[in-house]
């Protein structure tokens, strides 16, 4: 088992930045994969990024390539997801996930889930 607890999310102006936090706990954080997906109202949860556990990263196309960094301290059994120039379409719940293996794109590849955060970015 693993149990992950997000944090970081707020309210912040288009433009700004934040970082949130996915804290692993259970299972050895350092050989498990991390994604970051996130879920807008009335919209399906949509994958944001992926790393893996020798730090390799994967990212949603477009989206967010260039403007969102995620990274991982296996030291702190923690993944982060940095996010710079938010816009008010990223506004939505951002959860952490985890598997064995490599990061996919597809969520129902993901056993172990977060609560989530929520992110609001106003224009």
Known sequence: QVQLVESGGGLVQAGGSLRLACAASGRTFSRAAMGWFRQAPGKEREFVAGISR??????????????????????????????????????????????????????????????????????
């Open 54 to 123: 020798s730090g390799s990263s994967l990212y949603a196309s477009d989206s967010v390539k260039g403007r969102f960094t995620i990274s991982r301290d296996n030291a702190r059994n923690t993944v982060y997801l940095q996010m710079n120039s938010l816009k008010a379409e990223d506004t939505a719940v951002y959860y952490c996930a985890a598997r064995d293996f490599l990061p996919t794109m597809n969520r129902e590849n993901y056993p172990y889930w977060g609560r989530g955060t929520q992110v609001t970015v106003s224009s």
